[in-house]
């Protein structure tokens, strides 16, 4: 079986904002992650990273908040989906 690509969507907003989602459905867990997905969630503006949630190979499930890398605990992909734009909309408040 090879990788699904599940979602991609990126929106720019007026400010010129980055909002990326991209999740993948994969044969294998990524090393570091317990479950059958990989997947970047990504909000940004001017270049800097604001807030990420991703499972890179070897680190796992994790986020960066405000440049801050911390673990994520990963339940399902509507969850993540649903945590990340929770963080987004916090920022977009500030």
Known sequence: MRAT???H?????EDGSIIEMVIWSVPRPVVGSKHDYKYRLYFGRDGSRIV????ERGKGDHR????LEMPYEFRDVDRLVADFMDEVRMR???
Request: charged share 30%; with cysteine; hydrophobic share 40%.
């Open 64 to 67: 960066h908040i405000d440049g």
């Open 9 to 13: 969507e990126k929106l720019v907003l």
């Open 92 to 94: 977009l408040r500030q």
């Open 5 to 7: 690509k599940l979602m």
């Open 52 to 55: 990420c949630f991703d499972n």
